[in-house]
């Protein structure tokens, strides 16, 4: 158990639709990550916000969209859902990305599906 | 842009059979090199982070080394229970992870 919760676990939902994605980091930590991971992509970072502010954009589309709340959890809203966007997508969390880079621990993903 | 590559794509392996799986990057300013261990349909396991050439880490049955361009995972003596899906992942100079596609593992018995 790497400390970082995430839910929902499973997600099924109808194309067009907006979907939230919830993460709680570990006891300390002040960075958030979100991934996405499909078969054919592996696992792509999408954004990264640290103490509440965005640090990193990745490649998130613009119907995509991510906060981070004062008590450090996070969520990332999904909407016009497509089929394409069915993965899994998955928050880590790290104390502070200054310096060398820390280690990012990995929550247990949230599985989507987009009919 | 970062890059990351892994080889093999998969790999088999009989029990006690020792082998090492290859990640090569391509990095601006690298800034850390991690390995992680991931089951199906489970999140990431981090296993190993490399700061410099040089650098080795081990636990247990596997053991990291790091050069300027590529790292190694070495597995010695693996058991089916190290069956997994193995990431290699890149920290650059902006704060970004690039990861691998992975290594699938299959250690049969």
């Known amino acids: 158990d790497s400390g970082v919760t995430q839910t929902p676990k499973h997600l099924i939902t109808a194309t067009g639709q907006r979907v939230t994605l919830r993460c709680s980091p570990r006891s300390g930590d002040l960075s958030v990550y979100w991934y996405q991971q499909s078969l054919d992509q592996g696992l792509q970072f999408l954004i990264q916000?640290?103490?509440?502010?965005?640090?990193a954009k990745g490649n998130i589309l613009e119907r995509f969209s991510a906060q981070q709340f004062p008590d450090l959890h996070s969520e990332l809203n999904l909407s016009s859902l497509e089929l394409g966007d069915s993965a899994l997508y998955f928050c880590?969390?790290?104390?502070?990305?200054?310096?060398?880079?820390?280690?990012?621990?990995f929550g247990p993903g949230t599985r989507l599906l987009v009919l | 842009e970062d890059q990351v590559t892994q080889s093999p794509e998969a790999l088999r392996l009989q029990e006690g059979e020792s082998s090492s799986l290859n990640c090569s990057y391509t990095v601006s300013g690298l800034r850390g090199l991690f390995w992680y261990r991931q089951d199906p349909g489970k999140g990431p396991e981090f296993l190993f982070t490399?700061?410099?050439a040089g650098e080795e880490k081990e636990k247990e049955r596997l053991k990291a080394t790091l050069t300027k361009k590529e790292s190694f995972l070495h597995i010695t003596a693996p058991k089916p229970e190290d069956s997994a899906t193995y990431l290699c992942a890149c920290g650059g100079s902006n704060y970004k992870l690039t990861f691998g596609k992975g290594t699938l593992l299959t250690v049969n018995p």
């Open positions: 916000y640290y103490n509440g502010e965005e640090r």
């Open positions: 490399l700061y410099s």
């Open positions: 880590a969390s790290s104390v502070d990305p200054s310096g060398y880079q820390e280690t990012q621990y």
